[in-house]
Structures are given as C-alpha cells and as structure tokens.
C-alpha cells in the first residue's frame, strides 16, 4: 500500500513538474512597438510618468489595459507579443484635447507610429543663453484649443535631464509668467539668477506652458545649463 501510494505521489510530482515545464516554455513577447506623441508632425514634450495611453487587444478574456511607458520627450517603447491591438489615449490625463477614437496597431517585429495629440498650448522658437550667471530663456506659444485659457509659463530646473514641476529641488523661486503678462504671438523672456544654483555642478532647465484648469504642463525641450 505505502508503495503504491510513494509511486502515486512521484506520478504526481512528475505530471506537475511537466505542467510547469510547459508553462515555463511558452516563449515571452519579443516583438517591439514603439512611437512618438506628436502634433503637427513634432514631438510633444510632457511630464515623465503620466499615463496618457493604454493597450487593448480585442478577443482575449483578459481586458485589462497594458500600460505604455512615455518618456518626457513624448516617446515610448513596449515589448508585446504579435498580434492586433488598440491604443487608446487616456481621457483627462495629458494636456491636450481628449480624443475617444482608438488606433488599431498590428504588431510584428518592429511596430513604429506617431501618436497625434492637439495640445492646448504649443511652445516654438525655443532659445536659452547665459549672460552675468542669468538664465534667459525665451519662446513663443501658440492657443492651438479655444475653449482652453492660458494661466502660466514657467521655468524649471533639476540637477538631472528629467525636468518638470515636480522635480524642484531648491529654495530659488521658479521664474514665471502668468497669462496677464504675456500675449499671444509675442516672444516670452524668463530669467532666473542661477547663483542659487551655484553648488550644482550639474543643471539642466526648460519651460512649460500650463492652461487654466489642468495640473499637467507642455513643455520645451531640456536644456543644459552646466
């Protein structure tokens, strides 16, 4: 009895062990999609780590939305298995025009697109110079959604190349512009004494257009300081 019962329980440890084994032999996803935030045809620059878009893939029992990592720059990469999916643009969450319309994306090997956005605001003629250990920094917006108002552009700086309004790290005021400052069209001009900067050996900056109502900033793109 106690034998049969010992081959009974090696029988079952081996059809486990094969189970797993199969299990551990499905290959993992290999194949690359990967793309860009654009408007117009240019990179949107943005707050890394906001989830602005999401993956569905239609006629599987798992509808759970796979997240897609965007970089401040707008750009994104996420290894996934082949197949057929939908991208989705996260409502609310980005600075820019909600937009319900899905995109279908076949994925195989390498799967590379743009993503459109209509940004509230977009920043242009981006410039930086440095004059008497001043920072001057300087563009022009443009209101690209009229129901959106303007309420601020500002200058941010960190001792790394991730820069957004989350990342300050000292005590000197942030330069900054509100909508009553500035118009439309104009070249915007922000300055900022870097001599309370004067520790950090490195400094990166850029600007971000804030509108009336939503926490999240366009930005420019990151500029090295020092």
């Not at 993992?28 to 793309?35: A, E, K, M, V, Y």
């Not at 195989?108 to 242009?124: N, Q, R």
Request: hydrophobic share 40%; aromatic share 10%.
């Amino acid at each position: 009895m106690q034998r049969a019962m010992n081959k009974l329980t090696y029988l079952l440890l081996v059809i486990i062990c094969l189970s797993a084994c199969a299990v551990d032999n499905y290959d993992p996803p290999s194949s690359t999609f990967n793309g860009q935030l654009v408007y117009e045809g240019q990179p949107i620059q943005i707050r890394q780590g906001i989830s602005v878009l999401q993956l569905y893939q239609p006629g599987y029992e798992n509808q759970n939305p796979i997240a897609v990592n965007v970089k401040q720059d707008g750009s994104f990469s996420s290894t996934l298995f082949d197949g057929t999916y939908k991208l989705v643009r996260v409502a609310g969450n980005g600075p820019w025009e909600n937009n319900p319309d899905s995109i279908t994306v076949d994925v195989h090997g390498t799967t590379t697109i743009d993503v459109p956005v209509v940004p509230f605001f977009s920043i242009s003629d981006v410039s930086f110079e440095i004059k008497d250990d001043v920072l001057i920094a300087q563009c022009k917006i443009k209101k690209n959604v009229e129901s959106r108002q303007l309420e601020k552009v500002s200058l941010f700086f960190n001792k790394t190349t991730l820069v957004d309004h989350t990342t300050l790290f000292v005590t000197a005021p942030t330069a900054t512009k509100n909508a009553a400052q500035i118009s439309e069209g104009a070249i915007i001009e922000l300055q900022q004494d870097l001599t309370g900067y004067s520790n950090n050996p490195y400094l990166f900056a850029r600007i971000g257009v804030k509108a009336v109502g939503h926490p999240e900033y366009i930005y420019s793109v990151v500029w090295k300081v020092r």
